[in-house]
């Protein structure tokens, strides 16, 4: 994938201050990459029904289906690329591993430090319905002191960028 920026700067590399060793990214896929994802969608195999009763072994080959067509014409990715973007992205590097992960700083000056990590299969856009409540509660009606400085990192290994 396209996508997220420049060359990569990680420990051993640059003067070793903060801005070095954080390079902000935004997540960037081109039409050309969604319209070889759809061509795969196209022409991916349909499944046979397993014998037994639907489900018994997992998905059925009609909601596999469904699923295939939804992501081919009706999964709207430039919205989610947009709603992701409105935060703040970095990838540093650690041990030899890119990592990326989302930065939102709350306008609360005593708020907590705090990390979200989602679980396999998942991404950090698990956690976008979040991010506002708990880095500003008092724009959404609730005790600021309860506000948190987030750290969202991404168990993906690309999320719309190269190295």
Same mark, same amino acid.
């Given at each position: 994938m396209q996508g997220m920026s420049d060359g990569?700067?990680? *420990?051993?590399r640059?003067?070793?201050?903060?801005?070095?060793?954080?390079? *902000? +990214?935004q997540i960037r896929v081109t039409d050309r990459e969604l319209d070889a994802l759809r061509a795969?969608?196209?022409n991916a195999a349909r499944l046979p029904e397993l014998p037994g009763r639907p489900g018994e072994y997992g998905g059925s080959a009609a909601s596999v289906q469904a699923l295939v067509d939804y992501w081919r014409d009706g999964y709207?990715?430039? $919205?989610?690329e947009a709603r992701l973007n409105e935060h703040r992205h970095y990838v540093t590097t650690i041990d030899g591993t890119a990592v990326h992960f989302l930065q939102v700083r709350s306008p609360e000056p005593d708020a907590l430090p705090l990390l979200l990590t989602h679980g396999w299969p998942g991404? +950090?856009?698990e956690f976008?319905?979040?991010?506002?409540?708990?880095?500003? *509660?008092?724009?959404?009606?609730?005790?600021?002191?309860? $506000?948190?400085?987030?750290?969202?990192?991404?168990l993906m290994r690309r999320l719309g960028y190269r190295r």
């Open positions: 990569e700067v990680g *420990p051993g640059g003067s070793g201050r903060p801005s070095d060793l954080l390079r *902000p +990214v795969r969608l196209v709207d990715w430039p $919205a989610w991404t +950090v856009a976008l319905d979040l991010i506002g409540p708990l880095s500003d *509660p008092r724009r959404y009606d609730l005790d600021p002191v309860i $506000a948190f400085d987030l750290v969202i990192p991404s």
